[in-house]
């Protein structure tokens, strides 16, 4: 039974840091990915990271215009544990995040005041 587990949410003050975690069972993926959700919004794409070894874009991440220079994807791989390092947040970041590859997490809060 393959599935995706977020943990790391919380509430935290606007200026503040947080870092998510997904755990994954062993699932075997070219691409994981962040998305969060704000009340009321789409869902949006926040960061992914390429993370086949066996593919040419091992490694390579990208991130939306919104979090650059502020949010962290990485993943390692003994651990099955993909992760989001989220620093300098802003209200605006206040949202349901989501890991992700072909199947969802079931989310996470965070809440930025």
């Known amino acids: 039974h393959v599935q995706l587990v977020e943990s790391g949410g919380g509430s935290v003050q606007a200026g503040g840091s947080l870092s998510l975690s997904c755990t994954s069972s062993?699932?075997?993926?070219?691409?994981m990915a962040w998305f969060r959700q704000a009340p009321g919004a789409e869902r949006e794409g926040v960061a992914r990271i390429y993370v086949d070894s066996s593919n040419s874009y091992y490694g390579t991440t990208h991130y939306a215009d919104s979090v650059k220079g502020r949010f962290t994807i990485s993943k390692d791989n003994a651990k099955n544990t993909l992760y989001l390092q989220m620093n300098s947040l802003k209200t605006e970041d206040t949202a349901v995040y989501y890991c992700a590859t072909s199947i969802w997490g079931q989310g996470t809060q965070v809440t930025v005041s």
């Open positions: 062993g699932y075997e993926t070219t691409c």
